[in-house]
Nanobody, 126 residues
Framework: QIHLVESGGGLVQSGGSLRLSCEASGHALDYHSVGWFRQIPGKEYEGVSC????????YYADSVKGRFTISSDNAKNTVYLQMNSLKPEDTAVYYC???????????????????WGQGTQVTVSS
């Protein structure tokens, strides 16, 4: 059982930055893939980014490429999402999730992930 806790969300102006953290407990993330998803109320989850903590392979949604960077610190059992050049359309609740493994075609599917955090709100004002 992996317990995930997100932090780092908040209110930021357009063009600003935030760094989200996803801290895991109960199991090491070394051999898992960790993804970030976001959801706007009434809409489906959107895969934002994913990292294979073992291999360091990363994936990004086209909408965030060049602006967001995912990284992991296995010693701290934590995955980060650095978000720069934020836009109002980035406003959402951001969730991290852990999977045993993902593929380039499946990393953004919520069905690949077994463990989820409670979410953290990110609001970008224009």
């Amino acid at each position: 059982q992996i317990h995930l806790v997100e932090s780092g969300g908040g209110l930021v102006q357009s063009g600003g930055s935030l760094r989200l953290s996803c801290e895991a407990s109960g199991h090491a993330l070394d051999y898992h893939s960790v993804g970030w998803f976001r959801q706007i109320p009434g809409k489906e989850y959107e895969g934002v980014s994913c990292i294979s903590s073992r291999h360091g392979t990363t994936y990004y949604a086209d909408s965030v490429k060049g602006r967001f960077t995912i990284s992991s610190d296995n010693a701290k059992n934590t995955v980060y999402l650095q978000m720069n050049s934020l836009k109002p359309e980035d406003t959402a609740v951001y969730y991290c999730a852990a999977a045993n493994s993902v593929t380039p075609k499946s990393w953004d599917s919520i069905y690949e992930y077994d463990y989820w955090g409670q979410g953290t709100q990110v609001t970008v004002s224009s």
